[in-house]
C-alpha cells in the first residue's frame, strides 16, 4: 500500500495553538472511561472575567473515503450503523479510532479501520487533512483520508460494530444522497468536501 504523507498536503498553520488571551486558573478530570474523558476548567476570559469550561477528549481519529471503479464508473463505498445518542441509522464513511492505542500510526489505523468496517484493502491510502469535530466542547481531531485501488476482502467487526451493513454506490448516487440531506454524519460531509475541493474525486 503507497502512502501519500500529510506534509504536502496539510496547511502548517492547521495545528498552531493560540490561547486566545484566555487564562487555565485550574484543571480537573471529572470522568473518564477507556474511548474519552471529561476535563473541567476554571478559565479567566479575555474579559477578564471567570468561568468554567468542559472539555471532551477523545482520542483522533480517521475517517476514510474508500472510491473505486477505476477505468469505469466511479464507486464510493459507505456503512450504515445505529448511532445511539441521537437513535438513528447513520449513512458515514468507515471511521474509528484505537482506543488502546492512542498513539498509533494514523495511517496504520486508517489502513486497519477500512479492512474492519468493509472489509476492503486499499493500494493507496492518500492523507488529505485534519478536521476538529465539535471544537467548541471537544479536542477531537480526524485525519482525512482517500483510499483507492481497492481490493475486497471479509470486514472483522469488533463486539460493539457487529450492526454495520457496508454498501458500495455509485459515486452519482452518493452525491444525490448528500444534496437530498440523506447523510447527515457531518465527519462524512466534512471529509467529502475537503476531497472534492481538492480536485480527487
Known amino acids: 500500500?503507497?502512502?501519500?504523507?500529510?506534509?504536502?498536503?496539510?496547511?502548517?498553520?492547521?495545528?498552531?495553538?493560540?490561547?486566545?488571551?484566555?487564562?487555565?486558573?485550574?484543571?480537573?478530570?471529572?470522568?473518564?472511561?477507556?474511548?474519552?474523558?471529561?476535563?473541567?476548567?476554571?478559565?479567566?476570559?479575555?474579559?477578564?472575567?471567570?468561568?468554567?469550561?468542559?472539555?471532551?477528549?477523545?482520542?483522533?481519529?480517521?475517517?476514510?473515503?474508500?472510491v473505486g471503479g477505476e477505468g469505469g464508473e466511479r464507486t464510493v463505498t459507505l456503512i450504515q450503523q445505529f448511532r445511539y445518542p441521537v437513535q438513528r441509522r447513520m449513512w458515514e464513511f468507515p471511521m474509528g479510532m484505537w482506543e488502546t492505542k492512542p498513539d498509533a500510526d494514523p495511517d496504520a489505523v486508517a489502513a486497519g479501520e477500512l479492512r474492519e468496517e468493509t472489509g476492503l484493502s486499499a493500494a493507496r491510502m492518500q492523507h488529505v487533512g485534519v478536521v476538529y469535530q465539535g471544537a467548541g466542547y471537544s479536542t477531537q481531531r480526524g485525519h482525512v483520508y482517500l483510499a483507492t485501488d481497492l481490493t475486497p476482502g471479509e470486514n472483522a467487526l469488533e463486539e460493539t460494530e457487529q450492526d454495520i451493513t457496508c454498501h458500495t454506490l455509485p459515486l452519482a448516487e452518493f452525491e444525490r444522497m448528500v444534496r437530498d440531506n440523506e447523510i447527515t454524519c457531518m465527519v462524512t460531509l466534512a471529509a467529502f468536501a475537503m476531497i472534492r475541493a481538492r480536485g480527487l474525486v
Do not use: H, Q
Open 1 to 66: 500500500m503507497t502512502i501519500t504523507p500529510s506534509a504536502e498536503n496539510v496547511s502548517p498553520l492547521t495545528d498552531t495553538p493560540d490561547d486566545g488571551g484566555y487564562v487555565t486558573l485550574s484543571s480537573r478530570i471529572a470522568y473518564e472511561n477507556p474511548w474519552t474523558r471529561v476535563r473541567e476548567d476554571i478559565i479567566r476570559r479575555p474579559n477578564g472575567k471567570d468561568g468554567l469550561y468542559g472539555i471532551v477528549e477523545p482520542g483522533d481519529f480517521v475517517v476514510i473515503m474508500p
